[in-house]
Nanobody, 126 residues
């Protein structure tokens, strides 16, 4: 499985941005997909995750209500819609995936994911 993340950029606080994660080698619907981010000087942290073959969705407390995870089966691509962006959302965002059907409590564990995209930078600044 190969993942290609894109969609990052520079936006002002309060703006929206949609990140994409294009998958190849496996149907997106068969994957558990997680979104993570890493701010300068900080550890990579969990943002959102979902097991697409019937699993639930999980969001980090810091983004719940502002970020939404979705997918487009025809494009074999997942998305992270980010609304009401804040300066503290500034980070490199990564999508990750595994063919294993993770349970909800494991979505936030980086070591549970086997495949990672290259990261896309999101900068929220006025």
């Amino acid at each position: 499985v190969q993942l290609q993340a894109s969609g990052g950029g520079l936006v002002q606080p309060g703006a929206s941005l949609r990140l994409s994660c294009a998958a190849s080698g496996r149907s997106f619907s068969s994957l558990t997909v997680g979104w993570f981010r890493q701010a300068p000087g900080k550890e990579r942290e969990f943002v959102a995750g979902k097991r697409w073959n019937g699993g639930s969705t999980r969001y980090a407390d810091s983004v719940r209500g502002r970020f939404t995870i979705s997918k487009d089966n025809a494009k074999n691509t997942g998305y992270l819609q980010m609304d009401s962006l804040k300066p503290e959302d500034t980070a490199v965002y990564y999508c990750a995936a595994t063919t294993r059907g993770l349970i909800w409590s494991d979505y936030d564990k980086r070591t549970r994911y086997d495949y990672w995209g290259q990261g896309t930078l999101v900068t929220v600044s006025s």
